[in-house]
């Protein structure tokens, strides 16, 4: 059996006397994307932060890879992409590969940076200023820059808000290509719509609590829905207030 890439076991963190996460554990395995859904307030971002160490948790064990995610050699297995994307104005695409490679000190990254460029459509904006790049392509150049030091995981925060229609279709398609290459991904989402086409697993958090995980039919049949149940049922469902 294929081990997990990556691993949370009991993950809890508390603010003052809240639990914002309380106690949760999934796994990712490798070539697969997982939808993170909830309400606002769930503990999706708190959760993500939590794997990639700009939270320390209070409780809980996360493994990259079956190493501690404190380590220097889990860290460079994983790869951030924020709600809004953080590249600078006056960097054009090229310069900001050249950056990163600088960064994780990557020789010959040249070759590497004109494919990842060409399998995400962007050797024509290759020169283009990060500030002339509408929000979709914005995205599509974090993911180009995470690439360069090869991550295994990519932890995404909602990356579908203020796109339009096409820039959405184009950063699912982005998703389904790293997902291809064996690439793992956590994608935090409220747009239910889309993560029911491109999610492999869906995970349903509440209040910090996991409340439910699984394919979409393996939901489904948690909450007794008819195989024409929508995510977004599902989700209602699940997540509805206990009477």
């Not at 996360?62 to 190493?67: E, K, Q, R, Y």
Request: aromatic letters at 6%; proline letters at 3%; glycine letters at 6%.
């Amino acid at each position: 059996m294929e081990s997990n890439v990556l691993e949370v076991v009991n993950l809890s963190k508390i603010f003052k006397k809240d639990a914002a996460v309380d106690n949760i554990s999934f796994s990712l395995r490798k070539g697969e994307i997982v939808g993170l859904t909830g309400p606002n307030g769930a503990g999706k971002t708190t959760t993500i932060k939590c794997i990639l160490g700009l939270l320390r948790k209070t409780k809980g064990e996360i493994l990259v890879d079956g190493f501690d995610s404190t380590l220097k050699k889990s860290k460079y297995k994983l790869a951030y992409i924020p709600e809004t994307p953080d590249i600078y104005p006056m960097l054009t695409v090229w310069e900001h590969l050249k950056f990163m490679s600088l960064a994780y000190y990557i020789k010959d990254w040249e070759s590497t940076a004109e494919q990842i460029l060409k399998k995400f459509d962007l050797t024509d904006k290759k020169n283009e200023l990060g500030k002339n790049l509408s929000k979709g392509m914005r995205q599509k150049v974090s993911i180009c820059c995470a690439l360069i030091h090869k991550p295994d995981v990519f932890l995404v925060d909602e990356p579908l808000i203020g796109l339009d229609p096409k820039a959405i279709r184009e950063l699912k398609d982005a998703f389904k290509k790293l997902r291809d290459d064996g690439k793992s991904l956590l994608v935090s989402t409220h747009m239910l719509d889309s993560a029911e086409e491109f999610c492999d697993r869906i995970i349903v958090l509440k209040n910090g609590k996991l409340l439910a995980e699984g394919t979409i039919e393996e939901l489904r049949s948690k909450v007794h829905g008819s195989e024409n149940s929508s995510l977004e049922d599902l989700f209602l469902e699940v997540t509805q207030d206990e009477k």
